[in-house]
């Protein structure tokens, strides 16, 4: 079992709805990330929070707005979003500070198909 | 720039050993991780190298040369669970993993 939820597990959408995603983690992790992952393709990073901040994000389109409410929530919002964005999404966690170099902690992730 | 191969796709047999490779080249290096996925599945962490040398972990062992920018994989007694895509990734100097594009391995009774 992951220690990293995400739910929901499957979503199809059309192109002009709102949705979002959701990933929780108990763990005490500092960093949350999202990942999206086509099929036989690596993991692409999208967006990075250290302590609540968006720290990183990698030139995403502002069809994805990521949330971080608290430190043990990741949300990430999609609107308008079109065919080519249908894929795997990553939720990840590490703990920074003193072990950036810690592995990540996968969810199971969300398939989305924009229909 | 950042690169990071290893094999698309190998195959083995049951009960014996096999050996993924990865070489990398990132902007700094802050640890090598190898990641187990299987299909339509979250990745999952199997080892972290970032000195030089070989960690052992049960029937998975990985190995790291820094000076030749090389990690390999070592699976051993393989079972048929382990089939599965196996990912390579390194950690550049911005602490930002750096992802090989996996390589597939197939295993046969």
């Known amino acids: 079992d992951t220690e990293v939820t995400q739910t929901p597990k499957h979503l199809v959408m059309g192109m002009t709805n709102k949705k979002s995603l959701k990933c929780e983690q108990h763990?005490?992790?500092?960093?949350m990330y999202w990942y999206k992952q086509k099929a036989k393709k690596p993991p692409e990073l999208m967006f990075v929070?250290?302590?609540?901040?968006?720290?990183i994000n990698e030139s995403v389109p502002s069809r994805f707005s990521p949330e971080c409410p608290n430190s043990s929530l990741l949300n990430l919002h999609l609107h308008a979003l079109q065919p080519e964005d249908s894929a795997l999404y990553l939720c990840?966690?590490?703990?920074?500070?003193?072990?950036?170099?810690?592995?990540?902690?996968f969810g199971n992730g969300t398939r989305l198909t924009v229909t | 720039g950042q690169n990071i191969d290893q094999p698309t796709e190998m195959t083995a047999t049951e009960g014996a050993i096999v050996q993924i490779n990865c070489t990398y080249q990132t902007s700094g290096f802050n640890g090598l991780f190898w990641y187990q996925q299987h299909a339509g599945e979250a990745p999952t962490f199997l080892s972290y190298n970032v000195l030089d040398g070989l960690e052992e972990k049960g029937r998975f062992s990985s190995f790291l040369s820094r000076s030749k920018g090389y990690s390999y994989l070592l699976l051993k007694e393989l079972q048929m669970k382990d089939s599965a895509s196996y990912l390579c990734?390194?950690?550049?100097?911005?602490?930002?993993?750096?992802w090989g594009a996996g390589t597939k391995l197939i295993i046969k009774p």
């Open positions: 929070y250290s302590y609540e901040k968006l720290s």
């Open positions: 990734a390194s950690m550049d100097s911005n602490y930002q993993l750096i």
């Open positions: 763990m005490g992790h500092r960093a």
């Open positions: 990840a966690s590490s703990p920074p500070g003193q072990d950036y170099n810690s592995p990540l902690h």
